[in-house]
């Protein structure tokens, strides 16, 4: 078996839509063909191999250093939309490959403490986690080699947020099961910390979702993949859809912007400000190699706060900023 049997198999058992690995738009920089991946799964190999996608395991999904093990992380979500994703690409027939590969890589750029840290961020520059997670990509993974992945993997990743236009339908599916994945873990968890019970969900919305999160999930994906099967798009249902927009405006009041676990944040956007501060003041500081880097200081700054996980980054603040007692 070499790799012109697996571009057989795409081409014999693979939707019309689906984005054969063959047709891929290549690399930035020309590498020599693998005798038995393709292009995309070259690239997932990368992604779950690099060391921004390890730290992911230590970086806040929704509650900060929760004390019980079963929260999510950034790591765990990822997991779960890559799940959610193949399940949906099976019977679509579409590449699991390339849906992989984006699932994997699609948060790698995410800040410590959440979206705290990207808030926090946000006070210095543009900063977006989707165009976060193509620069870890591209420049700042691998020794800031970066992992030279194809086209449409990092066209997946850069538009993998709700009302992107990525280039394949395998990267809308990645799309879609980001927002399944994270309305749903979301409610697990603040029912986990007692911030919601699955009652206190708008009934209007659950009559239609479902009544537990493992319905939710299931009756979201039955519902992208009939709204979807044989058409040259993917979607969710009108009814679906707007329930899911609801429910993510209700999770916005009850749960990210008004909880009680949510009220230790601003703690975390102060250190990661005071840290942002602290570098910018003297690039010479920052470990080799951000300091080199071909972009304005306060990128360079924001690129390593950025890469940091939660524990790392209140390491570096209580190196900096937490007086040492006097040793004799």
């Not at 280039?167 to 007692?194: F, G, M, P, Q, W």
């Not at 676990?261 to 470990?287: G, H, V």
Request: net charge negative.
């Amino acid at each position: 078996m070499n790799i012109n049997f697996l571009y057989e198999i795409e081409e014999k058992y693979l939707s019309p839509y689906a984005f054969k690995s063959i047709n891929t738009k290549g690399r930035a920089r020309e590498q020599e063909p693998s005798i038995y991946r393709t292009e995309f799964m070259r690239d997932r190999d990368r992604i779950i191999h690099c060391k921004s996608f390890r730290r992911l395991k230590h970086k806040t999904q929704v509650f900060l250093s929760p004390e019980s093990d079963h929260y999510r992380t950034r790591l765990t979500h990822t997991l779960e939309v890559m799940q959610i994703a193949r399940s949906i690409a099976r019977p679509l027939r579409l590449n699991e490959d390339l849906v992989e590969a984006v699932s994997y890589g699609h948060d790698l750029g995410h800040t410590p403490f959440g979206h705290a840290g990207e808030r926090a961020l946000q006070a210095f520059i543009n900063f977006e986690h989707n165009v976060q997670s193509l620069r870890v990509a591209e420049v700042l993974e691998n020794d800031f080699q970066g992992m030279n992945l194809t086209y449409e993997v990092k066209d997946g990743i850069l538009h993998h947020r709700k009302n992107g236009t990525p280039c394949t339908l395998e990267a809308k599916v990645v799309s879609l099961a980001d927002r399944i994945a994270y309305i749903n873990h979301d409610i697990d968890d603040a029912i986990r910390a007692k911030v919601l019970t699955e009652a206190d969900l708008p009934k209007e919305l659950t009559d239609i979702l479902g009544h537990s999160v493992h319905d939710r999930i299931n009756n979201m994906i039955v519902n992208v993949i009939n709204n979807s099967m044989g058409k040259p798009y993917i979607k969710m249902g009108d009814e679906y859809s707007y329930a899911c927009d609801k429910l993510r405006t209700f999770l916005f009041e009850r749960v990210y912007n008004d909880s009680e676990p949510k009220k230790e944040e601003y703690k975390a956007i102060q250190m990661l400000k005071m840290l942002y501060e602290y570098f910018i003041m003297d690039i010479s500081r920052l470990p080799e190699g951000y300091a080199t880097l071909d972009t304005t200081d306060s990128q360079k700054v924001c690129d390593y706060i950025a890469n940091m996980t939660d524990s790392y980054s209140i390491f570096i603040f209580n190196k900096i900023f937490v007086p040492k007692g006097w040793q004799y």
